[in-house]
C-alpha cells in the first residue's frame, strides 16, 4: 500500500543492522495502471502479443508506445489482468492507451467492493501491525519451515506452536443492515471485534464482511451479531472468498 511509504521506510531502517543495501524510494517518480476484467487479453492483444502470454505471478519489462514498462500478472479485484508500471510521466498516456482500447475506468469503491468479495485483506482494515499472518489466515505467505530468519519469525513461530486466539472470518449479515468498518461485533454476550471491512456485495446481492472472532467461535455457520447503529443484527460466518465466479479462477 503506497499510502504506507514512510512507515516502511522507518521499518527498513530500523532492520538494516549489519546488512549493506541500497534503498531508493521511487514511489513519487513511477505510476501504475491496473487492467483487470473478463476482457483483459483482448484489450491488451491490442498493443502487444508478448502481455497475453505472461503466466499467472510472473513479470516482465518491454518496451510499449515507447514507454518502458514493467508488467505483473496480478491484481487486486478477483478478475484476471495486469498492473502495468511506468515512468510517472508516461501515467497518462498509458491510462489513454488502456481507455481507448476499450478499458472503462472504475472508482475506488468499486475496486473495493471487489477484493472483499474475493476476501483479500486491506492494510487498516482487515490487517495492520497488531495482527499476525496467522491470525488473519495468511500463514501461507510466511514459510516457517525453510530454516530461514525473520523479522518476527521466532513470535510466529511460538503463536504457530500454542495456536491463535483469534482468527479473521468472512460473514453475512441475516437481518436488515449493511456491515460498516468499524462497526461493533458480539459473540456469546461480549464484544469482540469491529468491522473490518464490510458493504453490499452486488455480485451475491447480500451485506458480506470481515472481523476477528476468538478462534473457538470461527468455524463456518457460527451465529454473532453485528451492531449496525444501534441495532444488533444477526450474521453468520461463511466461507471465503465469497465470490468464485470471477474470471482470475479461469485460464
Not at 49 to 78: A, F, H, N, W
Not at 81 to 107: H, Q, S
Not at 123 to 137: H, K, Q, W
Request: proline fraction near 4%.
Amino acid at each position: 500500500n503506497a499510502a504506507n511509504r514512510l512507515k516502511l521506510l522507518d521499518h527498513f531502517a530500523a532492520v538494516k543492522g549489519e546488512m549493506v543495501f541500497r534503498l531508493e524510494d521511487q514511489t513519487m517518480s513511477s505510476g501504475m495502471v491496473a487492467v483487470q476484467g473478463p476482457k483483459v487479453m483482448e484489450t491488451i492483444a491490442n498493443y502487444s502479443d508478448s502481455i497475453p502470454r505472461l503466466k499467472r505471478y510472473r513479470c516482465l519489462t518491454i518496451s510499449l508506445l515507447g514507454m518502458k514498462i514493467i508488467v505483473s500478472r496480478t491484481g487486486y479485484t478477483g478478475e484476471d489482468g495486469f498492473e502495468i508500471y511506468c515512468r510517472a510521466r508516461d501515467t497518462r498516456a498509458l491510462w489513454d492507451a488502456v481507455t481507448r482500447a476499450g478499458a472503462v475506468p472504475i472508482g475506488l469503491g468499486a475496486r473495493d467492493t471487489l477484493r472483499l468479495e474475493m476476501g483479500y485483506a486491506l492494510y487498516g482494515n482487515d490487517i495492520d501491525d497488531t495482527i499476525t499472518p496467522l491470525e488473519a489466515g495468511l500463514g501461507w505467505i510466511v514459510k516457517l519451515d525453510k530454516g530461514t530468519s525473520f523479522v518476527g519469525s521466532e513470535a510466529l513461530r511460538a503463536q504457530k506452536q500454542r495456536g491463535v486466539t483469534r482468527k479473521l472470518v468472512g460473514f453475512r449479515l441475516l437481518g436488515r443492515g449493511i456491515p460498516r468498518h468499524d462497526y461493533p461485533v458480539w459473540c456469546e454476550g461480549r464484544r469482540v471485534d469491529i468491522v473490518r471491512s464490510g458493504g453490499q456485495s452486488p455480485s451475491l446481492g447480500e451485506p458480506i464482511g470481515t472481523t476477528y472472532l476468538p478462534a473457538a467461535s470461527a468455524a463456518v455457520g457460527t451465529r454473532f451479531e453485528v451492531d449496525c447503529r444501534g441495532t444488533r443484527v444477526p450474521a453468520e460466518v461463511v466461507r471465503r472468498p465469497f465470490w468464485t465466479g470471477g474470471s482470475v479462477r479461469k485460464g
